[in-house]
């Protein structure tokens, strides 16, 4: 099966601060990445993507770093705020996969 | 558009008792699926389906079954309900390939005692 895992179960960051999750993998055949976001009570929402031609990403106050070379990928959020807080989930999916393998998760609280 | 629609969002079952899990989505999405997600834990994948008709399983498909009658609809469903199947449930569709992103329903919280 696949490996995806996470360097920390918890982060807790002050309001207004920028935070990196950080997530690392094994296949090297892996070619899509992506971070979601879960909210208690909700189900898993898409934050932001990366297939392994690119080193980087942005989106709207997040970016997506991915290296290759260790098998590593992290999300920044920039300026957190407390509707950041939630349990974040990297995924990836193999070349030819039909489905994304999930990691454990990270816990993101963010201090007012 | 609703996206993925879940029911229902808790149920109680006994042991050995069976029951369905309805899945719809209203965004004509080939792809379907449906995952477990354990306490502190990352999501499972269950079964899958790439289109009407046909079906695959994902990492964990022991004591499920899923039917795909239609592209709307993928029901999930538990015929002998064991305490390991205690988790919460999320269906999720994509258009493409798994690949690509998914869009996740908001669950149903499935407990066996």
């Known amino acids: 099966g696949e490996s995806v895992g996470l360097h920390l179960p918890t982060l807790s960051v002050q309001e207004g601060d920028n935070s990196i999750i950080n997530c690392a993998y094994s296949n090297s055949a892996s070619d899509y990445f992506i971070w979601y976001k879960q909210e208690s009570g909700k189900g898993p929402q898409f934050i932001i993507d990366?297939?392994?031609?690119?080193d980087k990403r942005q989106g709207q106050r997040v970016t997506v770093l991915l290296n290759k070379t260790v098998k590593h990928l992290s999300l920044q959020i920039a300026a957190t705020q407390p509707g950041d807080s939630a349990v974040y989930f990297c995924?990836?999916?193999?070349?030819?996969?039909?489905?994304?393998?999930f990691g454990t998760g990270t816990r993101l609280t963010v201090i007012p | 558009n609703a996206g993925v629609t879940q029911t229902p969002k808790f149920r109680i079952l006994k042991i050995g008792q069976s029951m369905t899990l309805q899945c719809t989505q209203d965004?004509?999405?080939?792809?379907m699926y449906w995952y477990r997600q354990d306490p502190g834990m990352g999501l499972k994948l269950i079964y899958y389906?790439?289109?009407?008709?046909?079906?695959d399983k994902g990492e964990v498909p022991n004591g499920y079954n899923v039917s795909r009658s239609t592209t709307e609809d993928f029901p999930l469903r538990l015929e002998l309900a064991a305490p390991s199947q205690t988790s919460v449930y999320f269906c999720a569709s994509s258009y493409g390939q798994g690949n690509e992103k998914l869009f996740f329903g908001s669950g149903t919280q499935l407990s066996v005692l």
């Open positions: 990366i297939r392994s031609n690119m």
């Open positions: 995924a990836e999916s193999p070349t030819g996969a039909n489905n994304l393998f």
């Open positions: 965004m004509n999405h080939n792809y």
């Open positions: 389906s790439v289109g009407a008709g046909i079906t």
